[in-house]
């Protein structure tokens, strides 16, 4: 066995999706996390990160538009 050798990981985007919702709430099993770790593509992992980040910051913005423009701020 080389220091060469990869493992190759089979996880779809969906599962981490799953895997980074789960992380934004925090409340994850460590076994559960412990299984993620070893079937996620780190890559996929970082792609649904960046997805998960941009829903996060679009409902951010979205929720102060709508205070904003319901004049509810200016009160």
Do not use: C, Q
């Not at 066995?1 to 985007?13: A, C, F, I």
């Not at 997805?51 to 009160?75: K, Q, T």
């Amino acid at each position: 066995m080389s220091s060469h050798d990869t493992v190759e990981r089979k996880g779809s985007l969906l599962h981490s999706l799953r895997a980074v919702a789960w992380s934004f709430f925090g409340i994850r099993k460590r076994s559960g996390y412990a299984e993620d770790m070893s079937k996620l593509n780190p890559v996929t992992v970082v792609i649904a990160g960046l997805i998960g980040a941009a829903i996060f910051i679009g409902a951010l913005v979205a929720l102060v538009h709508w205070v904003v423009s319901s004049g509810v701020a200016a009160r």
